[in-house]
């Protein structure tokens, strides 16, 4: 079993930037691929960015240029970050995080507003 949890997110205004933090339970080894999904109001769940072990990390094109993600692995926890600049209304949405092992285990989901 692999507990996913994410925090940061909130209110940000249009231009801004923000950060969204994830951790997942689990030795490193295990965890092939991590990232993060959006969900906007009345939308279906899309990609957002993901990062692979080795450094491969591949982004929607609706962020290329604006999110990078990174990604740090101890022990028993694996931690990929999201940092979102140049945050537009349309970035609007539940952001939720996954840890890819034997099968894909989500986060809660986090809440991104970018409105003025």
């Known amino acids: 079993q692999v507990e996913v949890v994410e925090s940061g997110g909130g209110l940000v205004e249009p231009g801004g930037s923000l950060s969204l933090s994830c951790s997942a339970s689990?030795?490193?080894?295990?965890?092939?691929?991590m990232g993060w999904f959006r969900q906007a109001p009345g939308k279906q769940r899309e990609f957002v960015a993901v990062?692979?072990?080795?450094?491969?990390?591949?982004?929607a094109d609706s962020v290329k240029g604006r999110f990078t993600i990174s990604r740090e692995d101890a022990e028993t926890t694996v931690t990929v970050s999201l940092q979102m600049g140049g945050l537009k209304p349309e970035d609007t949405a539940v952001y939720y995080c996954?840890?890819?092992?034997?099968?894909?285990?989500w986060g809660k989901g986090i809440q991104v507003t970018v409105s003025s």
């Open positions: 689990g030795n490193r080894l295990s965890i092939h691929g």
């Open positions: 996954y840890a890819a092992r034997n099968k894909n285990y």
């Open positions: 990062h692979g072990r080795g450094g491969v990390t591949n982004y």
